[in-house]
C-alpha cells in the first residue's frame, strides 16, 4: 500500500494539525525579528546606493552585480515586504511603461528608522570582524 | 527570433494564484526584464518561485485560518470516504460488490 493510500484510508490525528500550527508559529517569529537579515542588509543596503531610482528591476540588477549571484524577483519583494513591516523601508507607487505591460512601478525609499539599524548593523559587523586573525587581509 | 511576448501561462498562472501585495509590481519587473533578453526558462522560474514565496508568506501570516483550512479538508475527506461506503452498502446491498470497490479504489490509489 502506497504513503498516499495509507493517507487517504488513515488521515492525520487533529494533534498533528497543532503541531503543524506550532511550526507556522516559529516561522512567523523569525520574521517578526527587528534586526536585519543577511538578505534583508543586502537589499537595504542596495536601496541606499540607488537612491531615488530604487524599483524592482535596478534592485535586482545591483544585487547581482555586487555579489555575483542570480536574485529572484520574488525574493527580492519578500524581503523588501518585511523590511516594509518593520518599519524600515517606505514604498509609493510610480509610472507605468509600455515595456511593463502598462504596470506601475513601486519605488522603495529607507527611513530613518531603516538608516539607524543599518548604522547600528555595521558597528556590531565591524566589532565583531575585528581582532579576527583569520579573516584579515581578505582571506575567508 | 524570440517572442518580444513573455510566457502567456506562466504569466495567468501568477496573475491568478500570486498572493503578495506587490504582485502587479513584480510582474511589470518580470516583464521588463525579459523583454531586456531574459529565457523564457528565467520566465517560468520566476513565477513559480514569486507563487510559491508569497503562498508560504501568506500562510505564515493567516497561521489559524491555513490550520482550520486544513481540519476542514480532513473532515471533508473522512466523511465523503464513509458517506460513500454507506451509499455503496445501501446501493447494492451486497458485501461482496463494496469489497470489490474498495479493492478496486485502494488498487487504483496505489498504482
Not at chain 1, 116 to 140: D, F, I, M, Y
Not at chain 2, 57 to 84: D, F, N, P, Q, R
Request: with cysteine; proline share 4%; hydrophobic share 45%.
Amino acid at each position: 500500500m502506497s504513503a498516499f493510500t495509507r493517507g487517504f484510508i488513515n488521515p492525520l490525528p487533529p494533534t498533528k494539525y497543532l503541531s503543524l500550527l506550532y511550526l507556522f508559529t516559529i516561522l512567523d517569529q523569525m520574521t517578526k525579528r527587528d534586526q536585519l537579515g543577511n538578505f534583508e542588509l543586502m537589499v537595504i543596503l542596495v536601496l541606499i546606493r540607488l537612491s531615488d531610482n530604487a524599483y524592482g528591476v535596478p534592485i535586482c540588477e545591483e544585487l547581482e552585480k555586487r555579489t555575483g549571484r542570480d536574485v529572484a524577483i520574488g525574493s527580492v519583494y519578500a524581503a523588501l515586504e518585511r523590511l516594509e513591516d518593520k518599519g524600515f523601508v517606505t514604498s509609493e507607487l510610480g509610472e507605468a511603461t509600455p515595456e511593463r505591460g502598462g504596470r506601475a512601478k513601486k519605488y522603495f525609499h529607507v527611513t530613518a528608522r531603516g538608516l539607524k539599524e543599518v548604522r547600528e548593523t555595521q558597528r556590531s559587523l565591524v566589532n565583531l570582524w575585528q581582532g579576527l586573525p583569520g579573516l584579515q587581509g581578505g582571506k575567508a | 527570433m524570440r517572442s518580444t511576448r513573455p510566457p502567456a501561462v506562466a504569466k495567468w498562472l501568477l496573475q491568478q494564484f500570486g498572493c503578495s501585495p506587490s504582485n502587479a509590481a513584480i510582474i511589470g519587473d518580470m516583464d521588463e526584464r525579459y523583454r531586456q533578453g531574459r529565457s523564457r526558462g528565467w520566465y517560468w522560474m520566476e513565477a513559480l518561485t514569486a507563487i510559491v514565496g508569497a503562498f508560504l508568506k501568506e500562510v505564515s501570516t493567516h497561521k489559524v485560518a491555513a490550520v482550520c483550512a486544513l481540519l476542514v479538508g480532513w473532515t471533508v475527506k473522512v466523511a465523503w470516504l464513509y458517506i460513500s461506503m454507506v451509499t455503496y452498502i445501501l446501493a447494492f446491498r451486497s458485501w461482496l460488490l463494496v469489497l470489490l470497490i474498495v479493492s478496486v479504489v485502494v488498487c487504483a490509489l496505489s498504482a
